[in-house]
């Protein structure tokens, strides 16, 4: 066995598995009530922004998008969002949808943990964490 490929494979699977190794970690993180993301119809050429909150399913053409977590550094640390996505889609004739991507994407590097698919092209945004302002401060008094 190669012995450094063998490194580089276990270092790039721990990137594509853990959003830690990108920044955000789970000890202080702030987690997202939805995930916002961009969608491309490669067919029509048409750009869409939409949310998907967490364990909610949204479908986006034929696919089907449920985020099971959205996860976003704080405000003192580099900006980065990552979000856990099961993304299925539905075929004409089949009886249940095919698993086209399962894992977490990342929003400063989308193409680390990128779905193919021959039609649509789906990408994290950002994450919408709640107001943690207290209801004094978000009106200016």
Same mark, same amino acid.
């Given at each position: 066995?190669?012995?450094?490929?063998?490194?580089?494979?276990?270092?790039?699977?721990?990137?594509?598995?853990?959003?830690?190794?990108?920044?955000?970690?789970?000890?202080?993180?702030? &987690?997202?009530?939805? @995930?916002?993301? /961009?969608?491309?119809?490669?067919?029509?050429?048409?750009? !869409?922004?939409? +949310?998907? =909150? $967490?364990?909610?399913?949204?479908?986006?053409?034929?696919?089907?998008?449920?985020?099971?977590?959205?996860?976003?550094?704080?405000?003192?640390?580099?900006?980065?969002?990552?979000?856990?996505?099961?993304?299925?889609?539905?075929?004409?004739?089949?009886? &249940?949808?095919?698993? @086209?991507?399962? /894992?977490?994407?990342?929003?400063?590097?989308?193409?680390? !943990?990128?779905? +193919?698919? =021959? $039609?649509?092209?789906?990408?994290?945004?950002?994450?919408?964490?709640?107001?943690?302002?207290?209801?004094?401060?978000?009106?200016?008094?």
């Amino acid at each position: 066995m190669n012995r450094p490929r063998y490194l580089a494979g276990l270092l790039l699977a721990a990137a594509v598995i853990s959003p830690a190794v990108l920044g955000v970690s789970p000890a202080h993180a702030i &987690k997202g009530e939805a @995930v916002v993301l /961009g969608g491309l119809d490669k067919v029509t050429g048409r750009i !869409s922004q939409f +949310e998907v =909150p $967490v364990a909610k399913t949204v479908e986006f053409g034929n696919l089907r998008i449920i985020a099971r977590s959205c996860d976003k550094t704080p405000p003192t640390e580099p900006p980065e969002s990552a979000a856990f996505l099961n993304i299925s889609e539905q075929k004409e004739g089949a009886s &249940k949808p095919a698993i @086209v991507f399962r /894992g977490w994407m990342f929003a400063s590097s989308p193409a680390l !943990s990128a779905m +193919e698919h =021959p $039609v649509y092209d789906v990408w994290v945004v950002s994450c919408r964490v709640p107001n943690t302002e207290p209801k004094d401060k978000a009106k200016g008094n």
